[in-house]
């Protein structure tokens, strides 16, 4: 089994930036593929970025390309969302995810076996 706990969120003003955590434990990530999404009020979760094993290929949503960067750090077991130039927009609970049976998981939601419990990310306008 694999915990994910996302951390780094909070409250910033348009144009700035945050870095989210997510930090794991029971299993080493460093086999898994990573991905991080997002959930607004009122919508539907939706896909922000993932990162593949082996390789570490990345992918962004629209949205956020250019503005996001996902990262791992596999000596610390933890996967990182840089996030840059935010947005209101941006506002939502942040989670992460693993997949450890795909290796590149994208957007399909049903490809990752483990969540973490998120994280709020606010941004002022």
């Known amino acids: 089994q694999v915990q994910l706990v996302e951390s780094g969120g909070g409250l910033v003003q348009a144009g700035g930036s945050l870095r989210l955590s997510c930090a794991a434990s029971?299993?080493?990530?460093?086999?898994?593929?990573m991905g991080w999404f997002r959930q607004a009020p009122g919508k539907e979760r939706e896909f922000v970025a993932d990162?593949?094993?082996?390789?570490?290929?990345?992918s962004y949503a629209d949205s956020v390309k250019g503005r996001f960067t996902i990262s791992r750090d596999n000596a610390k077991n933890t996967v990182y969302l840089q996030m840059n130039s935010l947005k209101p927009e941006d506002t939502a609970a942040y989670y992460c995810?693993?997949?450890?049976?795909?290796?590149?998981?994208?957007?399909?939601?049903?490809?990752?076996?483990?969540w973490g419990q998120g994280t709020q990310v606010t941004v002022s306008s």
């Open positions: 995810a693993a997949s450890r049976d795909v290796s590149t998981p994208g957007p399909d939601e049903g490809r990752y076996g483990y």
């Open positions: 990162i593949s094993w082996p390789g570490g290929t990345t």
């Open positions: 029971g299993r080493s990530l460093s086999t898994y593929a």
